[in-house]
């Protein structure tokens, strides 16, 4: 029984150290209507984050993890303007079209 035991409670230690915990992050998975190929920019300047990206079949995706929610903006080549939000840990869905981005 003490084996039992035993057996039980490092399978239970086992079980709890393999699990592991996500840290949150944002994924920003964008649709540029008009525009197949190009480059996208994430700019959050206030803590001087840039990143980019490249339009493929137009379609982006940004990843990234930020400490709490920032305002940010969305560049994307040959597009007039840029679209402006705030940026969470969250799974976000940017669609827009090429000629309309303000």
């Known amino acids: 029984m003490r084996k039992t035991q035993l057996l039980l409670l490092l399978t239970v230690i086992l079980i709890s150290c393999q699990q592991q915990t ?20 994430l700019n959050i300047e206030s803590i001087g984050h840039t990143d980019t990206t490249a339009i493929e079949n137009g379609k982006f995706t940004f990843n990234g993890k930020v400490e709490e929610p920032v305002p940010c903006e969305i560049v994307i080549s040959g597009a007039a303007g840029k679209r402006k939000f705030w940026l969470e840990n969250s799974d976000i869905a940017f669609r827009t079209d090429i000629e309309s981005l303000e």
């Open 22 to 41: 996500e840290e949150p992050s944002y994924t920003i998975e964008g649709t540029v209507n008009g525009a197949n190929s190009g480059s996208v920019v």
